[in-house]
């Protein structure tokens, strides 16, 4: 009998949505008059509108395999474009767009899809290839060599939900480089750039749509022989007859079918081996495409035309002029009004738009208007968890290559960026207030609540500070506060004795309010516009400052001593409508009004009371939550029609009691969990989420609205009282330090709170000089040290012209920079052709030193393999980096750990264990060869 295997199961999750672009289109998509972009990022598409904050995803959808390219057409039975997707398993797809008439929604639907790949034939050493017909007839594609795939887009070939034909028809030409359909062609003519041993040359085809299948040329072919050995693609020219543009490193070529020919040399300065070209935009007079090389620079050329045979256009004068340095691209598409989206798998993608004169800083001729978030490539990443941010650890990656390189700090939950912070005592309630007018407004007050006393703070705009005031008015400072806020246009103040109100701008004293038992203490309170609710014992008193009518008091009694409480409305009114109590009984009572009679108890099934309770309105749905005194959190909806509570659900948060103070961020309202381990509830597809704060232990939170510190939070912790501003909510919080270069190699040494860094940079022509160095420090022969400024930024490098080095082994360094702000500390430079990617950071022996260890290879041009290294043993120490010891090895080192105080590694084909000699060297233990 056949036994049945268990295959292991793997459930993959993704905190961030795909971010390398695959591909790209500009069409439009959705409406007839609304240009919309397309973007492919892995398997996620996006139909993405433009809007004064930028792009908005308007649709989207996820596809069986990641997306190789994106081709948008107009047949002439549409009124909007469509687009032709083909996926990397070579699975393709016509995809259409519409909108809801009423609700404005953009869908995605598939109206063909089909499958390219071949069962005989072998896949093209050119890469894959796809071209669509300026006159949007058919497609092409070249897949398998000497094969071309030809798709019809007439609409016979088109009706909905059908498979997508294709013709196979064989070429002669083997290694194609690059095909493009020409313009101005009467039956569909592509040209082909294809290489064989006589060199690189282009051919061009007709197809005959009646006859599905090549014709000979009805003119003269689109033909060239032997041009250049670098040039690497073809671009199709508008306004001409049948001319195509051929593309290299060193120089330009335009063809085309009246056997114009014209050749430009590029300039040294804009040179690179273009790897992404669009067209950004085509007039009588000229054509501008947009050209991005392998070393992430950005190019235009310029084509000049003038009238030519029957009535069409010849290009008479070629040129291309550097833009600027911005990332490797994988994909363009030029926008409107001289905006062009950039697309890149190896570095964040950018939206830019064209500038006159160079940039100031950069030297650019364009300015970045907005990027989109790719946390890839990583080529490595460490998790740390450093004291200052609290318990949750973050991710530090080298993320991407080349121009636009990075270190990403990757953390979840949610961040308070820090403003600024005041050492003091730490206290248990703060507010933030206006005193001067009866609206709400710019706060000028920080009332901070102690055991037994009350702070006021007045904020000085001009230096930004608080001063601590001796006295305030008729605010009471020799008692704790458990409430200051605006109720009825008066500023109300709940110590544990009364309830004060004072008037705004002469802070005079209104009222004061008392239980009618003295003895009683209140410690709790809350508000609701016009009304406030305090907990003196068991007794619940509501003071109503309703317009046009002097204050009112109600006094209740409820079965047990008060623990929490809060007021307000379910109908969003003036009055407030239900109160709910907490007691010591662990239960909660919902009170009704007008008279707040009794609607209904709930028992927590706790063996502790809650401390804090409070309403919170999510899409029409309030709901009651309580925080406990272990740590937990109780949420129940209420039932608005009978002042119900329904069925709860328990969340452990914490360890601490845990206490809830309502905010506002970016117009949105949330809860700020106060305890042990702090938390933020906001709302999510119509529930209730709970993101952690990286922050330690955090007593009160509230709103500050200041013109020195707008939109904040003042927060007290165990060191005092902080204000800062919230991080957007949401999972993932990504944040991005320029590198001097492509980041290999990440580590981590708490001792010196530093990060080591091992960065590739593209060399320069004076870069390995012996006795001078591209940026101005010294360098010998055996590798140098260069100690920049402690506040010198980490920014890029300006990027080297000089072709002599466009294919030289990047240099490598070391850098070690501060875990705070990031800055470079120190850094050393590796020998000539000498890389690295291993690197650890520990202790050896009984060496009570903490060490950068870093291995290394030296890649010698007359050798396959490295037969020739380094282990180097850095010291980091009074911001100085040096070398303690350092030991040859005949090969490359790959990888190392510290392992029991020793030094285990990976060199060639062995594995070598190292240990720490007294004298302060490194000595083989023991060795296994593979």
Not at 778 to 784: K, N, P, T, V
Request: with cysteine; charged share 20%.
């Amino acid at each position: 009998m056949a036994t049945k295997t268990n295959l292991p199961r793997f459930y993959v999750a993704s905190s961030e949505p795909p971010g390398a672009a695959h591909a790209c289109a500009c069409g439009n998509f959705l409406r007839e008059n609304e240009r919309n972009l397309a973007l492919a990022r892995k398997d996620q598409l996006d139909i993405m509108g433009f809007t004064s904050d930028g792009l908005k995803v308007l649709a989207t959808t996820r596809l069986a395999h990641a997306v190789h390219s994106l081709n948008p057409f107009r047949p002439a039975w549409s009124k909007t474009d469509l687009i032709f997707v083909l996926l990397h398993n070579l699975d393709m797809l016509i995809l259409e767009f519409s909108v809801d008439s009423v609700t404005g929604q953009a869908y995605i639907s598939t109206r063909a899809n089909g499958s390219a790949v071949s069962k005989v034939g072998k896949l093209s050493d050119g890469g894959i290839l796809v071209t669509v017909d300026p006159e949007n007839r058919c497609i092409a594609l070249h897949l398998y060599e000497s094969l071309v795939l030809i798709i019809l887009l007439g609409k016979e070939n088109m009706r909905e939900s059908r498979e997508i034909e294709t013709l196979n028809l064989r070429v002669d030409e083997n290694f194609i480089r690059s095909i493009t359909f020409l313009h101005n062609s009467e039956l569909p003519t592509f040209a082909l750039l294809y290489s064989d041993n006589s060199g690189v040359h282009v051919t061009s085809y007709e197809f005959c749509i009646r006859e599905r299948d090549f014709k000979s040329p009805s003119g003269r072919q689109v033909a060239f022989q032997n041009l250049e050995a670098d040039v690497q693609a073809l671009v199709a020219v508008p306004g001409t007859n049948q001319g195509v543009l051929a593309c290299g490193l060193t120089v330009l070529a335009y063809l085309d079918a009246d056997g114009e020919t014209k050749t430009a040399e590029v300039r040294k300065e804009s040179r690179g081996l273009g790897i992404v070209f669009t067209m950004i935009s085509d007039s009588n007079n000229t054509t501008k495409i947009l050209v991005c090389d392998m070393d992430g620079n950005v190019h235009v050329i310029r084509l000049k035309k003038s009238q030519g045979k029957n009535g069409l256009n010849k290009v008479v004068e070629l040129a291309s002029i550097c833009l600027g340095q911005l990332v490797i691209a994988s994909c363009a598409a030029y926008l409107d009004n001289r905006v062009v989206f950039i697309g890149s798998r190896l570095a964040e993608s950018s939206v830019i738009r064209f500038r006159e004169e160079p940039h100031p800083e950069t030297g650019n001729l364009f300015d970045v208007l907005e990027t989109v978030t790719n946390i890839g490539c990583v080529t490595d990443f460490i998790l740390v968890k450093p004291e200052a941010q609290g318990t949750q650890p973050q991710m530090i990656a080298c993320s991407g290559y080349g121009p636009g390189t990075s270190a990403r700090i990757i953390r979840s939950g949610i961040g308070v960026q820090e403003t600024t912070s005041l050492d003091a005592p730490t206290g248990r309630q703060v507010f933030g207030l206006n005193s001067q007018s009866a609206a709400e407004g710019p706060h000028d007050l920080l009332v901070v609540s102690f055991l037994n006393e009350t702070k006021v703070l007045k904020m000085e705009d001009e230096v930004g500070e608080f001063e601590d005031l001796e006295a305030v008015g008729a605010f009471v400072l020799d008692d704790a506060t458990h409430l200051v806020a605006k109720v009825g246009g008066l500023i109300v103040q709940v110590t544990r004795k009364s309830v004060r109100a004072i008037r705004p701008g002469t802070l005079e004293l209104v009222g004061e309010w008392f239980p009618s038992d003295r003895s009683y203490q209140i410690g709790t309170a809350a508000y609701y516009k016009n009304q406030v609710v305090v907990g003196a014992f068991d007794r619940l008193i509501i003071v109503s400052f309703l317009p046009g009518a002097p204050p009112s008091v109600q006094e209740l009694k409820l079965d047990d001593q008060i623990s929490a409480v809060d007021i307000s409305s379910l109908s969003r009114g003036d009055l407030a409508e239900v109160i709910v109590a907490a007691t010591w009984k662990m239960d909660l009572t919902l009170l009704s009004a007008p008279n707040w009679e009794r609607a209904a108890v709930v028992d927590l099934n706790s063996d502790v009371f809650a401390r804090s309770v409070m309403f919170y309105h999510l899409d029409n749905v309030d709901f009651v939550i309580a925080g406990l005194g272990d740590g937990t959190l109780q949420y129940f909806p209420v039932d608005k029609s009978k002042v119900k509570l329904g069925p709860s659900k328990r969340v452990t948060i914490a360890t601490q009691p845990t206490y809830l103070k309502p905010f506002i961020a970016r117009g949105v309202s949330s809860v700020f969990v106060c305890n042990d381990r702090p938390s933020v509830i906001h709302s999510s597809g119509g529930k209730l989420m709970f993101s952690s704060v990286n922050m330690k232990h955090i007593y009160a939170v509230c709103q500050l609205d200041t013109p020195t510190y707008p939109n904040s939070l003042a927060i007290i912790t165990e060191t005092g009282l902080v204000v800062g501003k919230i991080d957007e909510i949401q999972k993932l919080h990504i944040r991005a330090i320029s590198l001097p270069g492509t980041g290999r190699r990440v580590v981590f040494q708490p001792e010196t709170a530093t990060y080591g860094f091992i960065v590739m940079e593209k060399p320069t022509a004076t870069q390995y000089d012996v006795g001078g160095a591209g940026d101005g420090h010294g360098i010998d022969e055996e590798g140098s040290f260069a100690k920049p400024d402690a506040d010198a930024p980490m920014e890029e490098e300006a990027p080297d012209a000089d072709l002599s080095a466009h294919y030289a082994m990047p240099a490598h360094k070391l850098l070690i920079t501060d875990q705070t702000n990031y800055q470079i500390m120190a850094q050393f430079k590796f020998n000539k052709n000498e890389m690295s990617q291993a690197m650890v950071s520990g202790s050896l022996g009984s060496d009570p030193r903490v060490f950068y260890i870093v291995g290394t290879g030296v890649q010698k041009a007359e050798e396959k393999e490295m037969t020739s290294g380094r282990v180097i043993v850095f010291q980091y120490a009074d911001k100085n980096l040096s070398i303690v010891s350092e030991k040859q090895m005949k090969s490359f080192t790959t990888c190392m750990k510290i392992f029991k105080d020793k030094l285990l590694m990976a060199t060639g084909s062995s594995i070598k264990l190292m240990r720490w000699s007294e004298d302060g060297e490194l000595v083989q233990d023991q060795v296994v060869n593979r």
